[in-house]
T-cell receptor, first 116, second 112 residues
């Protein structure tokens, strides 16, 4: 079946540094990928829509300069958290819809980011 | 805009009990509806889905019926197991290139 792989699964970084998270569709092409953020005991909030070959679309309240998204190929989208701060600590999850399977979205395993 | 409301937990049940997790939604048009499950330390997995009114999604003993008249998609299981302990998310998709809209999640705890 379709698989979306996200890496790394856990990362700890120092304040002020940048962290890159990769999201790959393993056996299908994804022109669109989605990035979500999940706070403890809360729901997933859509951060941005990553579009292959064009700029990402950010949800209201999400800083595009802090959360850089690059969708360089049909199977890879990256989220870079720049100048990370402790309040950026969260669980980040990517997903990709597989068109052949209708509106179903496949999710990556998620990345637990801890900024110290 | 779209929104999903689901009952908040934690919900604690004994093994073999009957489970219902309520989910209602607000959406324009005809959304697709989903239940996702998140086991501890893992990402989300699709549990079941329904794409049109009166459809019933089912998987692993769980069921949910797309009720347009009540804008609901309640999750049910007749006899829960300890291994069903997880967080369950109700979600909808407007289709096309939209991301999913999620409910807040319901933490289910099944005790032996």
């Amino acid at each position: 079946g379709a698989v979306v792989s996200q890496h790394p699964s856990r990362v700890i970084c120092k304040s002020g540094t940048s962290v890159k998270i990769e999201c790959r569709s393993l056996d299908f092409q994804a022109t669109t990928m989605f990035w979500y953020r999940q706070f403890p005991k809360q729901s997933l909030m859509l951060m941005a829509t990553s579009n292959e070959g064009s700029k990402a679309t950010y949800e209201q309240g999400v800083e595009k300069d802090k959360f850089l998204i690059n969708h360089a190929s049909l199977t890879l989208s990256t989220l870079t958290v720049t100048s990370a701060h402790p309040e950026d600590s969260s669980f980040y999850i990517c997903s990709a819809p597989r068109r052949a399977m209708g509106t179903e979205a496949f999710f990556g395993q998620g990345t637990r980011l801890t900024v110290v | 805009g779209n929104s999903v409301t689901q009952m908040e937990g934690p919900v604690t049940l004994s093994e073999e009990a009957f489970l219902t997790i309520n989910c209602t939604y607000t959406a324009t048009g005809y959304p697709s509806l989903f239940w996702y499950v998140q086991y501890p330390g893992e990402g989300l997995q699709l549990l079941l889905k329904a794409t049109k009114a009166d459809d019933k999604g089912s998987n692993k003993g769980f069921e949910a019926t797309y009720r347009k008249e009540t804008t609901s998609f309640h999750l049910e299981k007749g006899s829960v197991q300890v291994s069903d302990s997880a967080v369950y998310f109700c979600a909808l998709s407007g289709g096309g290139a939209d991301g999913l809209t999620f409910g807040k999640g319901t933490h289910l705890i099944i005790q032996p």
